[in-house]
C-alpha cells in the first residue's frame, strides 16, 4: 500500500463538542475585546498623565521666566525661607538656586546636579535663558530639570519634577489593567460555558435521540424537547419525522404480511398444478384444457396482485407533481375506457365546481377502481353504472365557489355490501364471503383509502335506495372524518 493509502486510513481527529467550541469561542471573543480595550484605556490613560505632567512643568517654567524677565530678581528671592515664591514650588516639583558663578545657595530636596551648561546659564547676562534636562537620575528617582537665568551673571533658578513616581503610577494601573482583563477572560470562559451548556443541552437531546435511532434502528424514540425557538421547532419535527418513519415502517411490515399471505394461495394452487403438468400426457383432453385454464387465470390473478402491490406501494411515495385537475373531465375518460373494457353503459354526472388540486394519475386509479369494482360485482347487470362528480355551488356573478371538497360517487345495482362489511371494505385483502369466488385482490378499494387520504379526503360507502351500492371518495375536505369506514353524513 502506497503512502496516500496509509496516510488516508489514519483515524481523524476527534472534533471539539458544539459546547466546547461555543463556549471557547464567546471567552476569546472576550478576551480579545477586553484585551484590546484594556490597552486602549491604558495607554490614552498614560497619554493624558504624562501630558498632563509635562504641561504643569513647563507652565511653572514659563511662569519662572516671566518674573525673571519683568523683576530684577536676586537668588535669594528664590529662596525656600523667602515668602511669596510659593508659586514656583508646586506639588511634586522641586527647586535649587544657583549663585553667580553657578554655586549652590539653596540646595534643593533633593540636591540636584549642576552641569557646566548650568553655570553657564548662572553668569548669563540675559535674564530668562533657559537649559533643560531630561532623565536626570537622583537617588534612584528620575526628574526633568529647567535652568533658568536671572540676568546679569546673578544666578539662576532650577526647576525639577519627579515623573518615575508618575511611571511607577502607571505601571501600577498596567499591573490591575492586566489582573481584571485575566479576571474577565476566566469569567467570560466560565459564562461560556454555563450559556453554551443552557443553549446545547437540547441540542445534545436531539443527538443523542439520533444516535439512539441510529444505533438501535428503533424509531419509536419520544424527543423531550420544549421551547419556540428554531431548536425547539427542530425538536419537534425531529418527532414527528420519527413518528411518520415509524408509521411508514408499520405500514410497510404489514403491506408484506398481508401481501406474503395473499400470494400463498395463488403460488399453491399453481405449484398443485404445475405438479400435474408432469402427467399432462395421462390426463384426458378435457382436462388438459382446465388445467391450462386454470394456470392461465391464477398467473393472471397473480399479475394483477402484484400490480396492484407495486401500486399500492407507489401511491405511499408518488412524486407526481401536483396540479389542478377537473374531476369531471377525469371520470369522462375513466368511464370512456370502462366502456371499451366491459361494454357496459356509463354514465357521468357533473354539478358545481368539479376542479381540485391534486395528482391526475392517483385519482384516475382510484376512480377506475371504483367503476372496475361496480362492473365486477354487477356481472350480467343490465342498468348504466353511475359517476357523479359533485362539487362546491358556484356564486352567481363572481365566478367563485363556495367552499368545501369535491365528491366522487359510483353507483351501481348489484348485489349491494351487506352492513358487517361496511365497516371493513377498505381494508388490504378484505374481500366480503359473496366476494371471494370473483377475481381480485382486495387492494381495489384499500387503494382509493390511500389515494382520498394523500388528497385530503375521505372515503365512503352505502347502501343504494332500491339495490346496489354507492361507493366513492372526497377530495380536499379536511373536516371529514370516517367512522369505520363509512362516511358520517352520507346517504
Given amino acids: 500500500m502506497g503512502p496516500l493509502g496509509r496516510l488516508s486510513e ?23 475585546v477586553t484585551v484590546l480595550v484594556g490597552i486602549l484605556s491604558y495607554s490614552s490613560a498614560a497619554r493624558l498623565v504624562r ?30 525661607s523667602q515668602p511669596g515664591h510659593e508659586v514656583v514650588r508646586p506639588s511634586r516639583t522641586g527647586v535649587q538656586v544657583l549663585g553667580p558663578g553657578g554655586r549652590i545657595v539653596d540646595r534643593g530636596s533633593p540636591a540636584l546636579p549642576v552641569t557646566a551648561r548650568d553655570r553657564a546659564a548662572a553668569a548669563a547676562a540675559v535674564a ?33 519634577q519627579e515623573f518615575s513616581d508618575t511611571e511607577d503610577l502607571l505601571r501600577a494601573l498596567q499591573q490591575r489593567t492586566l489582573i481584571t482583563t485575566g479576571a474577565v477572560v476566566v469569567a467570560a470562559g466560565l459564562c461560556g460555558w454555563w450559556l453554551a451548556r443552557r443553549i446545547t443541552r437540547r441540542l445534545v437531546v436531539l443527538t443523542a435521540a439520533a444516535e439512539d435511532v441510529a444505533r438501535t434502528r428503533r424509531l419509536g424514540v419520544q424527543v423531550p424537547v420544549t421551547g419556540y425557538d428554531e431548536v425547539g421547532r427542530l425538536g419537534r419535527s425531529f418527532d414527528r419525522m420519527l413518528g411518520r418513519l415509524a408509521q411508514s415502517e408499520e405500514d ?64 405511499q411515495s408518488d412524486t407526481e407533481p401536483p396540479q389542478r385537475v377537473d374531476l369531471a373531465d377525469l371520470a369522462e375518460d375513466v ?25 391526475p394519475g392517483m385519482l384516475q386509479r382510484a376512480v377506475s377502481n371504483l367503476v ?4 365486477k360485482f354487477d356481472r350480467g347487470g343490465t342498468a348504466p353504472i353511475e359517476i357523479d362528480v359533485t362539487g ?19 353507483l351501481d345495482r348489484g348485489p349491494g355490501i351487506d352492513g358487517g362489511d361496511l365497516t371493513r371494505i377498505f381494508d388490504r385483502f378484505y374481500r366480503a364471503a359473496d366476494a371471494r369466488s370473483l377475481p381480485g385482490s382486495g387492494l381495489g378499494l384499500s387503494i382509493v383509502r390511500e389515494v382520498a387520504a394523500a388528497h385530503g379526503g ?18 380536499g375536505d379536511d373536516t371529514g372524518h370516517l367512522d369505520g369506514g363509512v362516511l358520517a353524513g352520507e346517504d
Fill in 10 to 32: 489514519r483515524p481523524r481527529p476527534r472534533l471539539s463538542s458544539l459546547r466546547t467550541t461555543f463556549a471557547v469561542s464567546f471567552a476569546v471573543v472576550t478576551a480579545a
Fill in 51 to 80: 501630558v498632563d505632567q509635562q504641561s504643569v512643568f513647563l507652565q511653572v517654567v514659563q511662569d519662572v521666566r516671566d518674573e525673571v524677565r519683568r523683576y530684577q530678581r536676586t537668588p535669594a528671592d528664590f529662596s525656600s
Fill in 128 to 160: 530668562g535663558r533657559t537649559v533643560q534636562h531630561e532623565d536626570v537620575v537622583v537617588s534612584s528617582d528620575v526628574y526633568r530639570v529647567a535652568t533658568v537665568s536671572l540676568g546679569g551673571g546673578r544666578g539662576a533658578v532650577q526647576v525639577a
Fill in 252 to 315: 410497510q411490515r404489514r403491506l408484506v404480511q398481508d401481501a406474503g399471505h395473499e400470494l400463498r394461495t395463488p403460488l399453491t394452487s399453481l405449484r398443485t398444478n404445475i405438479s400435474l403438468l408432469r402427467r399432462i400426457e395421462e390426463l384426458p383432453p378435457d382436462t388438459r384444457e382446465e388445467l391450462v385454464a386454470d394456470l392461465t387465470q391464477e398467473a393472471r390473478e397473480l399479475t394483477d396482485l402484484v400490480n396492484e402491490l407495486v401500486d399500492l406501494a407507489a401511491g
Fill in 335 to 359: 368511464a370512456g375506457l370502462a366502456r371499451r373494457r366491459t361494454g357496459r353503459e356509463i354514465l357521468v354526472r357533473a354539478s358545481g365546481d368539479t376542479t381540485a388540486d391534486g395528482r
Fill in 372 to 375: 372496475e369494482n361496480a362492473a
Fill in 392 to 410: 362546491p355551488v358556484r356564486v352567481p356573478h363572481t365566478g367563485g365557489a363556495h367552499g368545501g371538497p369535491v365528491r366522487v360517487r359510483v
Fill in 458 to 475: 375521505t372515503p365512503f360507502a352505502h347502501p343504494r335506495p332500491g339495490g346496489g351500492s354507492v361507493i366513492g371518495f372526497t377530495v
